[in-house]
């Protein structure tokens, strides 16, 4: 039943193709990985050049990737997805070309991994976020667990094919291969035939949107915490990547083939930890879990620095490549269930770039240990770091994730409009009356803390409660918007769990509702008479957008 599960989102025909299609690109990904790092060692024997393979090829993850979160939620994420491939597409074979003309360098090298690095950062939060626009909300968890999975099918074995494509034709076959395999998942997102649902409200500016996924994640706890996880886990774990062609070619004595064979024993232990995920999830909570698979991955990571046996180092990595795909697995699926639809990219992207930046720095950092000390003491430090991690859990504690409360409600009421506003009309000042028993206040204050993690992670700034000195029994909640569009964008987003915070709120009120709503344009140019003899605006002006 289990496995039937797991692979019932392999029944939707765009997933399906999509998915397959993803296994191939990943192959393509992974060797251009192989053939990259191994023609460095062939350019440069400096260890940290070496190590920065892996950094050119994470940093745009981080650096692009909000930006690309905010267009993949902005506009069409099938066009913004087939765009990212195309980019890649086009740099990897013009990195193909460069190397059959013998034209490669170690800058140059890892100038390119930067810039198909980008390509694949675009597509990928607009991939992830329009999983749940091809499957049912029943089987979101498993297509997620899919999708990860099908990034590990291709690590499993394709660096041991890299290996084998490096030794017989050379790096510059790998990165034809890596070129050519994004094709045909620019054919399967072309087949997708994807029904966008127009928004009512034209399309946010990307520096707002990106601002706003931003403000969401910082004020949501679940996303917030999970995203610090992320980072601190990749920072510890990025030896056993960034460093295994070392540990193949300077600890085992071995070649290229050597080097496939390891990360092809880290990608099926990623595939079977993958494969463990409703296992986990059933068994364990999302915080436990975490801490036994850093335990378990420190101590893999610790096996492989002290190892010189190829079987010894390969149960090495194939233990640490299980641990961290199976917590990049289980954080990734939190992040997908405690965002709502509107900001799920967003969320994604911060994710990926807490994630790939930690896998940056790491590999940079622990580069540099290496530089200073040697490549054993760095991996064994990393795996110290990891076994620190549980540690971690007595200050970021990981709350369970659940669908429920994130799906996009309707707002009945209609605000009253009597002035000729805009969409950039603004600053919107929003006040708000409570009367509330003077007698206890402080189960109503309380109640309005959780209400301004909504008002803040929707769009709100400059948010206050204020109660009267005249009359205690009188509450004001204000806050404001930037403009009259970023408000009605605001009553947009709002969740179930939102209403029920705001409902918990006005049970503590006196007639068990709000008393009053104020709206009001600050700084309102434009809209008085500013000479005797100016007209006022006509009440037949007015410009209503929104519910």
């Not at 074979?93 to 360098?105: D, G, I, K, R």
């Not at 291709?154 to 291969?177: K, M, N």
């Not at 697995?329 to 807490?354: E, G, H």
């Amino acid at each position: 039943m289990r496995e039937s599960a797991a692979l019932a989102p392999l029944r939707e025909p765009a997933f399906l193709r999509i998915w397959s299609a993803s296994v191939l690109s990943n192959f393509g990904q992974m060797i251009l990985g192989v053939g990259v790092a191994w023609e460095m060692t062939r350019l440069t024997s400096v260890p940290g050049m070496v190590a920065l393979v892996q950094t050119a090829m994470m940093l745009p993850l981080m650096l692009v990737a909000l930006p690309a979160g905010a267009i993949a939620d902005t506009f069409d994420r099938k066009r913004v997805a087939i765009t990212g491939l195309c980019i890649s597409a086009f740099f990897g074979s013009t990195l193909s070309a460069l190397a059959f003309l013998e034209l490669t360098s170690p800058w140059l090298l890892l100038g390119f991994c930067f810039l198909i690095g980008t390509g694949v950062a675009l597509y990928s939060p607009a991939w992830q976020s329009s999983i749940g626009e091809q499957v049912t909300p029943d089987v979101l968890p498993a297509a997620i667990g899919l999708n990860t999975i099908s990034y590990n099918v291709a690590r499993s074995f394709g660096p041991a094919i890299g290996g084998l494509i490096v030794l017989a034709a050379g790096a510059q076959a790998a990165f034809a291969v890596n070129a050519l395999g994004y094709l045909p998942l620019i054919l399967a997102f072309l087949l997708w035939k994807r029904i966008q649902v127009p928004s009512r409200l034209p399309p946010e500016r990307i520096a707002r949107a990106m601002v706003s996924g931003v403000r969401y994640a910082f004020h949501s706890h679940p996303i917030r915490t999970v995203l610090l996880r992320a980072f601190v886990f990749a920072f510890g774990a990025a030896t056993a990547t960034a460093m295994a062609p070392l540990i193949a070619k300077d600890l085992l004595g071995g070649n290229a083939s050597t080097f496939g064979i390891l990360l092809g024993a880290g990608g099926v232990g990623a595939v079977g930890g993958a494969l463990m995920i409703n296992t986990f999830r059933a068994r364990f909570s999302t915080a436990r879990s975490y801490s036994m698979l850093a335990v378990l991955n420190g101590f893999a990571l610790i096996a492989v620095g002290l190892s010189r046996s190829l079987p010894l180092t390969c149960l090495g990595m194939f233990l640490a490549g299980g641990a961290t795909m199976l917590t990049i697995s289980l954080l990734n699926i939190s992040v997908q269930l405690s965002a709502p639809r509107w900001v799920t990219a967003r969320a994604l992207s911060l994710f990926s770039s807490l994630l790939t930046g930690g896998v940056a720095f790491g590999a940079w950092f622990w580069g540099v240990v290496a530089n200073h000390w040697a490549i054993d003491t760095a991996i064994i430090a990393s795996g110290l770091v990891m076994l620190t991690l549980p540690l971690v859990t007595m200050f970021l504690k990981l709350p369970e994730a659940s669908q429920a409360g994130v799906e996009a409600v309707s707002v009945e009421s209609e605000p009253e409009v009597g002035l000729a506003i805009t969409m950039r009309s603004g600053p919107i000042v929003i006040e708000i009356e409570y009367h509330v028993e003077p007698e206890d206040p402080r189960a109503f204050y309380t109640a309005m803390q959780e209400v301004q993690k909504v008002r803040l992670r929707n769009g709100g700034f400059n948010w206050s409660i204020s109660r009267d000195i005249a009359d205690p029994s009188l509450w004001t909640e204000r806050f404001h918007f930037p403009t009259w569009g970023d408000y009605l964008r605001m009553r947009d987003r709002f969740t179930q769990a939102d209403l029920d915070a705001q409902s918990s709120a006005n049970a503590l009120t006196i007639n068990g509702r709000i008393t009053r709503v104020r709206r009001g344009l600050e700084r309102p140019f434009g809209s008085v008479r500013w000479k005797a003899n100016t007209p006022d605006p006509k009440q037949d002006s007015v410009v209503f957008l929104g519910p």
